[in-house]
């Protein structure tokens, strides 16, 4: 596995689909690498800044993209090329701090929303999680940096999380909103860009409350028994 390109930036600071091009010895989490392709064209739809290769933001928005590749569908932890293992720990809203190993088995989704009124991370296993906004963001779940106000060793930058609510979440009628997600971040990294830790700040109520705003549906109003997003999730391809 090549640690650089051409450009002789490291590779995890690089388009995502190089790391996925690059990682042939990989442990993955559903047996085959993600296709970012639709998600790729959701970006070029309806990202709000197209940031210039190379640029601080680019680049910052590179190695988030990467770290979250890895934590979804690199099964072994030890292979992230994005983090040091060792040392890495994250944190929501200045909560508890997990390793990559607590990421690897829960996921984001769990470790970063935990117990609310209408989410349960205790109840949600790694792979149900997954399913559950699949199935609320059947379009995707796209995320970009919005703004980078400091550069290495403490990176400190505001992002936008988004997607379009067309899918119901846990029998809650969807309203066909985009949903938007404002949050900020800390990362922490080393001199070769390796995040060490990560800081997020985000307002997850109310995301989950605007998922909830619809209402349960009723028996009529709910599509036949079989999940029309079933065989698409089996391909596990997370936006």
Not at 51 to 62: D, F, K, P, S, Y
């Amino acid at each position: 596995m090549s640690a650089t390109q051409s450009n002789n930036l490291p590779l995890w600071v690089q388009d995502r689909d190089k790391v996925i091009a690059e990682s042939t010895d990989v442990e993955w989490r559903y047996q085959t690498p993600p296709d970012y392709s639709r998600s790729k064209e959701n970006l070029a739809k309806e990202s709000i800044h197209n940031h210039l290769e190379g640029t601080l933001e680019a680049i910052v928005q590179n190695l988030v993209r990467t770290f979250e590749m890895e934590v979804s569908f690199k099964a072994n932890p030890q292979q992230w090329l994005s983090i040091v293992n060792e040392q890495f720990r994250v944190s929501t809203n200045g909560g508890v701090e997990y390793t990559a190993a607590d990421l690897s088995a829960q996921g984001t989704y769990n470790l970063f929303m935990a117990d609310s009124e209408h989410y349960k991370a205790s109840e949600e296993s790694f792979e149900s999680s997954a399913k559950v906004f699949h199935t609320t963001f059947p379009q995707g779940f796209p995320w970009e940096v919005l703004e980078v106000f400091s550069g290495p060793p403490n990176v400190t930058f505001k992002w936008r999380h988004w997607g379009h609510f067309n899918g119901e979440y846990k029998g809650h009628a969807p309203t066909g909103e985009t949903i938007e997600i404002i949050g900020m971040s800390i990362a922490k990294v080393t001199d070769d860009l390796k995040v060490i830790s990560l800081e997020h700040y985000f307002d997850n109520n109310l995301f989950l409350e605007k998922l909830t705003f619809g209402g349960k549906q009723t028996n009529a109003q709910k599509p036949g028994s079989a999940c029309p997003f079933s065989s698409w999730f089996k391909k596990s391809r997370k936006s």
